[in-house]
């Protein structure tokens, strides 16, 4: 059974930092990319950052420069660094990968920025 835990959120000061972690169990955690998501209070859910299989990352325009993804194989975790953190940074944050159609989520950890 495929599952995925998210920890490391929490309430933090406008510029500080977060480390979220994401451990995966259940699937060959190797050969999928990794996602880390986002969904703020009435807004929808977004993607913030990926790392793929060959450890290639891309982030959202909103956090590049500031947050970093980066994955450990062999633990099967999957790590968002988040520095400088703002205000709008504030959502509660999930963890995700595609196996063929079938996408599989985290139940999320809040992370609430005070300005």
């Known amino acids: 059974q495929v599952q995925l835990v998210e920890s490391g959120g929490g309430l933090v000061q406008a510029g500080g930092s977060l480390t979220l972690s994401c451990a995966v169990s259940?699937?060959?955690?190797?050969?999928?990319?990794m996602n880390w998501y986002r969904q703020a209070p009435g807004k929808q859910r977004e993607l913030v950052a990926i790392?793929?299989?060959?450890?290639?990352?891309d982030y959202a325009d909103s956090v590049k420069g500031r947050f970093t993804i980066s994955r450990d194989n062999a633990k099967k975790m999957v790590y968002l660094q988040m520095n400088s953190l703002k205000a709008e940074d504030t959502a509660v944050y999930y963890c995700?990968?595609?196996?063929?159609?079938?996408?599989?989520w985290g139940q999320g950890t809040q992370v609430t920025v005070s300005s």
């Open positions: 995700n990968y595609l196996s063929g159609v079938r996408s599989y």
């Open positions: 259940g699937s060959i955690f190797s050969i999928y990319d």
């Open positions: 790392i793929t299989r060959a450890f290639v990352t």
